[in-house]
């Protein structure tokens, strides 16, 4: 079976699910999911900043200025 077509008909059941919360219900799933969202973002961010420290140490990185970067960016 197509996975696109599961993942849909999970996601439906999914909205579902979150309609028969009450409404109180779905305030706290969604403070939850936002937290998790935010955490997850913030783990992505943090290992961008390690892969960035890491290039930098290893040469594959410079430092330039605002205007440098802009220069190159128009090339």
Do not use: C, P
Not at 12 to 23: A, D, H, Y
Not at 39 to 47: D, G, T
């Amino acid at each position: 079976m197509n996975q696109t077509i599961v993942q849909k008909g999970n996601f439906n059941r999914v909205l579902e699910m979150v309609e028969s919360l009450s409404s109180s219900e779905q305030d706290v799933l969604i403070e939850i999911v936002q937290k998790r969202l935010r955490e997850k973002r913030r783990k992505e961010i943090a290992a961008s900043i390690a892969e960035a420290r890491t290039e930098y140490k290893t040469g594959k990185t410079q430092r330039v200025t605002v205007d440098e970067l802009m220069a190159e960016l128009d090339e």
